[in-house]
């Protein structure tokens, strides 16, 4: 057990040094790839449907 967890840990801090966090505010301006994905339904505890979600990875920002 302490051989997979040393090596998952290992992994972990690889894949984290890779990631470049994005933060995107409400009102920015956003190019969006499109793709042929299936549209995915996500709804909160009270049963009310969220907008459809967009993954960060495909949207980058836009400068006007």
């Keep these: ?3 997979r967890r040393l090596y998952q840990s ?3 801090i ?3 040094k890779r990631v470049c966090p994005r933060k ?3 009102g920015d301006l956003v190019l969006k790839k499109v793709s042929q994905v ?3 339904l996500l709804t909160n505890m009270d049963d009310e449907e969220l907008p459809l979600p ?3 990875d ?3 920002r836009y400068y006007a």
Excluded: G, Q
Aim: hydrophobic share 45%; proline share 5%; no cysteine.
């Design 54 to 56: 967009v993954n960060s």
């Design 14 to 16: 690889a894949f984290d």
């Design 24 to 26: 995107f505010s409400e």
């Design 38 to 40: 299936h549209p995915l």
């Design 1 to 3: 057990m302490s051989h």
């Design 58 to 60: 495909i949207i980058k």
């Design 10 to 12: 290992r992994m972990k």
